[in-house]
């Protein structure tokens, strides 16, 4: 029935509305990945990090099918998910990033990005697009 997977993202007592993803369950880590890097200093920003999520999961995908938003009352819990991929919230109450996985065969850490300041991402992601341009 699909890869499903469900995103939201929080700060503190807000939050965005839900991301479905159809087909997108196994590519989480690489969404939430994609997402980090884009975000880089303005991952504080709970609006336009819900926006570029729903970027991040459509991938220039040209349907209209396999993504859904709708409003939230509240933030999701593991009896939202839908089974695959689960629920995936996407924490930026600190100004970092965290992805805590509930509901699906993700767990909390389990090959989601790390947390990384700014910097740490500018270093690690601008110095291997460097390295990979130079080769």
């Known amino acids: 029935m699909g890869e499903r997977v469900l995103f939201q993202v929080v700060k503190n007592d807000q939050f965005s509305p839900v991301v479905y993803c159809h ?3 196994d590519e989480a880590r690489d ?3 994609r997402l980090m890097i884009r975000m880089g200093c303005r991952s504080s920003d709970l609006q336009y ?3 570029r999520l729903v ?3 459509i991938n220039n995908d ?3 099918l396999s993504f859904g938003i709708w409003n939230a009352d509240r933030v999701l ?3 939202d998910a839908h089974g695959d991929g689960g629920v995936i919230l996407i924490d930026v109450s600190d100004g970092l990033m965290e992805f805590k996985c509930m509901g699906g065969y993700w767990r909390d850490g389990d090959s989601l990005p790390e947390r990384m300041t700014y910097e ?3 270093e690690k992601y601008f110095y291997e697009s460097l390295n990979k341009a130079s080769a």
């Open 77 to 79: 819990t593991e009896e």
């Open 23 to 25: 087909w997108s369950g």
């Open 31 to 33: 969404i939430c990945e």
């Open 49 to 51: 990090t819900a926006a």
């Open 55 to 57: 970027q991040e999961c």
């Open 120 to 122: 740490q991402l500018n």
């Open 62 to 64: 040209k349907g209209n």
